[in-house]
């Protein structure tokens, strides 16, 4: 049987990206993103709740993460989840990590939101063609994103 591991976000970046290398030199970046629920309390007032999303970009993506997003700005995250565990340096306790492995992004709202104008992802600028009006040309001499080999949880500088 065909089991599906598929997450699309809308959200708000909480801060600017965090961007790293790994040894081999892979780009890798970190980024929170915020989703908001609107919903009616037992008292019939509305409330809000503020949902926390960690994600992870490789390779091209962590690149464009790292040059366009910014805290604040309106992005759209399509991935997977990944959870990955480690052994408490201090406590020697096992602890766990539930995080988005992006895929895709698209950048939403104005440059002056936070967004941009650069859509891509391991499928391609095409990945998120549709109905939108956004630009989603690679911008010139911008390299295609790159196919390589797995990726493990050693490979995380962080």
Do not use: C
């Not at 998120?128 to 690679?138: E, T």
Request: proline share 5%; hydrophobic share 30%; charged share 25%.
């Amino acid at each position: 049987m065909k089991s599906v591991n598929k997450v699309i976000l809308i959200g708000n970046l909480g801060k600017d990206p965090e961007v790293k290398y790994t040894p081999q030199g892979t780009p890798v970046a970190k980024i929170t993103l915020a989703t908001n629920e609107r919903f009616k309390g037992k008292d019939g007032n509305w409330q809000d709740r503020t949902e926390w999303h960690n994600v992870v970009l490789w390779q091209r993506l962590a690149e464009i993460a790292g040059e366009y997003l910014k805290k604040g700005g309106k992005v759209y995250i399509e991935g997977r989840l990944q959870t990955r565990s480690w052994d408490d340096k201090q406590t020697g306790q096992k602890k766990y990590m539930t995080e988005i492995v992006a895929n895709d992004l698209v950048l939403l709202g104005g440059r002056g939101e936070g967004g941009g104008d650069y859509a891509g992802g391991s499928r391609g600028a095409a990945a998120s063609s549709g109905s939108n009006n956004f630009d989603q040309s690679v911008p010139e001499g911008a390299p295609a994103p790159a196919g390589a080999g797995p990726i493990t949880d050693e490979d995380i500088p962080f």
